[in-house]
């Protein structure tokens, strides 16, 4: 923890021993608070470091992530296997999904694109949640790095937006928003704009749990209200990670709890993607004991206006960092939740493949469901046609009064679909402002003698190519295991025979 930061947290619990280290013989001056960040900025460059006197063990953390030598030794001869399916995965994308997405424009109507990046970079582990939850601090408890000097900067000031990402790098390094946009992984954000860019930060570290997995830290959705005005379109930046994520944590502790609408807001943009997503409670060693159920149920109080229409999120109560329980905390219970959510990012960086590949196919959905919006419109251009002079006219009545043509009949009552899913009129009306209607083909005639029907083309990769991509993948996993005596995994790569703990999360 560096120097002064630790105003967030009320009472820190009898505080376990902690040993004193100046990190230099002269400590920081106080100063006026002129202003706050650069006061905060300039004090960490001189920080105290506070350690605990006997951290909690991270033996947890490397067996169950898997950092140790067996478990690299396996990854070695499994990545192999891994490129060559993504190198499938892009050839079907290419000769199945983009003919039809290139026809009716799909780029033109959508901030959702496959390029490598989505197909081969790293497996992505995206924390959201109010400032403060101690998002950092866990990022820091799993690289190892607490209490070092190349730890993440944690304490209790809002970011003020900036979205921060964790990744591999052979030697310690802050990246910023223009370097980082510069590399092949991140080079759509610059459609974000400059705005974005500027609050858009990174570390490369050399740390061995970052060559599995790189971690994005966003900021809470309040905090950029706070800020006063939206300077870059967070949701639309939010959504781009959450698309790329192999697993959303969202934290909370006890004092945000009435973040019901930084909730709402986060879980519908997660919708479709529960299995994908886990509410973490940090700080529960702040709570007493007794009061932990009650708080637990106050976060599920906030939860269940928005459960019944999708899957209930799984929810991990505990303190995610290295500093030792208080003594009258339920350790057992936090260490077994803790496992349990070890286990879940262990899975979720295992199953990368998958993860792309589902990726991939539903882009595949959209792309064919804009396609068959345009299709309809089309075919209610070609019903109509005649009964107005111009051809013109008739296509803009279509698409400034879709809805008494009824051709959005029927998309309202789909349900447990994010509204980012929905086809919008608005967006529409815009689509066809740049692109008249009647320059399209219709799905029909789109079809060609020697390649066929793109619409069949694309059905047959989200119905059989892309489900047989994965099967042929577990195939050959299992063939690497068994031929080079690797220890068995089930199909998300996580090694069976050690039973993972119970989950102890509370299904909402
Ligand atoms: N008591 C307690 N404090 C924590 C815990 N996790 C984080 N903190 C403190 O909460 C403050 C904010 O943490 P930080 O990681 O910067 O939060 P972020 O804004 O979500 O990244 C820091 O002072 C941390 O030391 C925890 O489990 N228990
Ligand atoms: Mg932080």
Same mark, same amino acid.
């Given at each position: 923890?560096?120097?002064?930061?630790?105003?967030?947290? *009320?009472?820190?619990?009898?505080?376990?021993?902690?040993? +004193?280290?100046?990190?230099?013989?002269?400590?920081?001056?106080?100063?006026? +608070?002129?202003?706050?960040?650069?006061?905060?900025?300039?004090?960490?460059?001189?920080?105290?470091?506070?350690?605990?006197?006997?951290?909690?063990?991270?033996?947890?953390?490397?067996?169950?992530?898997?950092?140790? &030598?067996?478990?690299?030794?396996?990854?070695?001869?499994?990545?192999?296997?891994?490129?060559?399916?993504? !190198?499938?995965?892009?050839?079907?994308?290419?000769?199945?999904?983009?003919?039809?997405?290139?026809?009716?424009?799909?780029?033109?109507?959508?901030?959702?694109?496959?390029?490598?990046?989505?197909?081969?970079?790293?497996?992505?582990?995206?924390?959201?949640?109010?400032?403060?939850?101690?998002?950092?601090?866990?990022?820091?408890?799993?690289?190892?790095?607490?209490?070092?000097?190349?730890?993440?900067?944690?304490?209790?000031?809002?970011?003020?937006?900036?979205?921060?990402?964790?990744?591999?790098?052979?030697?310690?390094?802050?990246?910023?928003?223009?370097?980082?946009?510069?590399?092949?992984?991140?080079?759509?954000?610059?459609?974000?704009?400059?705005?974005?860019?500027?609050?858009?930060?990174?570390?490369?570290?050399?740390? *061995?749990?970052?060559?599995?997995?790189?971690?994005?830290?966003?900021?809470?959705?309040?905090?950029?209200?706070?800020?006063? &005005?939206?300077?870059?379109?967070?949701?639309?930046?939010?959504?781009?990670?959450?698309?790329?994520?192999?697993?959303?944590?969202?934290?909370?502790?006890?004092?945000?709890?009435?973040?019901?609408?930084?909730? &709402?807001?986060?879980?519908?943009?997660?919708?479709?993607?529960? =299995?994908?997503?886990?509410?973490?409670?940090?700080?529960?060693?702040?709570?007493?004991? &007794?009061?932990?159920?009650?708080?637990?149920?106050?976060?599920?109080?906030?939860?269940?206006?928005?459960?019944?229409?999708?899957?209930?999120?799984?929810?991990? =109560?505990?303190?995610?960092?290295?500093?030792?329980?208080?003594?009258?905390?339920?350790?057992?219970?936090?260490?077994?939740?803790?496992?349990?959510?070890?286990?879940?990012?262990?899975?979720?960086?295992?199953?990368?493949?998958?993860?792309?590949?589902?990726?991939?196919?539903?882009?595949?959905?959209?792309?064919?469901?804009?396609?068959?919006?345009?299709?309809?419109?089309? $075919? $209610?251009?070609?019903?109509?046609?005649?009964?107005? $002079?111009?051809?013109?006219?008739?296509?803009?009545?279509?698409?400034?009064?879709? +809805?008494?043509?009824?051709?959005?009949?029927?998309?309202?009552?789909?349900?447990?679909?994010?509204?980012?899913?929905?086809?919008?009129?608005?967006?529409?009306?815009?689509?066809?402002?740049?692109?008249?209607?009647?320059?399209?083909?219709?799905?029909?005639?789109?079809?060609?003698?020697?390649?066929?029907?793109?619409?069949?083309?694309?059905?047959?990769?989200?119905?059989?190519?892309?489900?047989?991509?994965?099967?042929?993948?577990?195939?050959?996993?299992?063939? =690497?295991?068994?031929?080079?005596?690797?220890?068995?995994?089930?199909?998300?790569?996580?090694?069976?025979?050690?039973?993972?703990?119970? +989950?102890?999360? !509370?299904?909402?």
């Amino acid at each position: 923890v560096a120097g002064g930061e630790e105003s967030d947290v *009320p009472a820190l619990p009898a505080s376990p021993d902690v040993a +004193h280290t100046p990190s230099s013989p002269s400590s920081p001056e106080p100063r006026d +608070h002129q202003d706050e960040e650069d006061q905060y900025e300039e004090d960490y460059e001189d920080p105290i470091i506070l350690v605990p006197a006997s951290p909690r063990s991270r033996d947890q953390i490397e067996s169950i992530l898997g950092l140790d &030598e067996t478990a690299r030794g396996a990854s070695k001869r499994t990545d192999p296997i891994a490129d060559a399916i993504l !190198k499938d995965l892009k050839n079907i994308y290419g000769s199945s999904i983009k003919p039809l997405e290139s026809t009716y424009k799909y780029q033109d109507i959508s901030n959702r694109q496959i390029s490598d990046a989505e197909i081969f970079s790293p497996s992505m582990v995206l924390m959201l949640g109010p400032y403060s939850t101690g998002k950092s601090t866990f990022i820091n408890y799993l690289m190892g790095l607490e209490y070092t000097r190349r730890a993440l900067r944690t304490g209790a000031s809002p970011s003020h937006g900036v979205f921060r990402i964790i990744q591999y790098g052979s030697e310690d390094q802050e990246l910023d928003g223009t370097r980082l946009s510069a590399d092949w992984r991140y080079q759509f954000l610059q459609k974000f704009g400059q705005n974005f860019i500027d609050q858009l930060r990174g570390n490369a570290l050399d740390v *061995p749990l970052l060559k599995k997995v790189t971690f994005v830290e966003a900021p809470g959705i309040l905090e950029m209200r706070r800020a006063g &005005e939206r300077l870059y379109p967070f949701n639309d930046v939010l959504q781009w990670f959450i698309d790329r994520a192999d697993l959303v944590l969202v934290m909370f502790d006890y004092t945000k709890l009435d973040a019901g609408y930084e909730l &709402e807001a986060v879980l519908d943009q997660l919708k479709g993607r529960e =299995a994908q997503v886990r509410i973490l409670l940090n700080k529960a060693d702040q709570i007493p004991p &007794e009061e932990l159920i009650k708080v637990q149920g106050s976060l599920f109080w906030n939860l269940s206006p928005l459960l019944g229409i999708s899957a209930p999120p799984i929810v991990y =109560a505990g303190s995610f960092t290295s500093r030792p329980y208080r003594s009258n905390s339920p350790a057992q219970l936090f260490m077994a939740q803790e496992a349990a959510l070890l286990h879940d990012i262990a899975k979720a960086i295992n199953a990368r493949v998958d993860n792309r590949v589902a990726i991939a196919r539903r882009h595949a959905v959209r792309v064919r469901n804009h396609a068959q919006m345009v299709d309809s419109y089309l $075919t $209610t251009y070609n019903k109509n046609k005649g009964f107005l $002079t111009s051809k013109h006219k008739l296509a803009e009545d279509i698409v400034e009064n879709p +809805h008494s043509y009824n051709i959005y009949e029927g998309v309202s009552l789909l349900s447990n679909v994010s509204r980012y899913d929905l086809p919008d009129p608005e967006i529409y009306r815009d689509f066809f402002r740049v692109h008249n209607l009647y320059d399209f083909p219709t799905l029909k005639g789109s079809c060609s003698y020697l390649h066929g029907c793109p619409i069949d083309k694309i059905e047959n990769a989200i119905s059989t190519e892309l489900p047989e991509l994965l099967s042929r993948y577990r195939r050959l996993l299992t063939k =690497a295991a068994v031929s080079n005596n690797l220890p068995q995994t089930d199909i998300h790569g996580v090694r069976t025979g050690v039973p993972p703990p119970p +989950h102890h999360s !509370k299904s909402l």
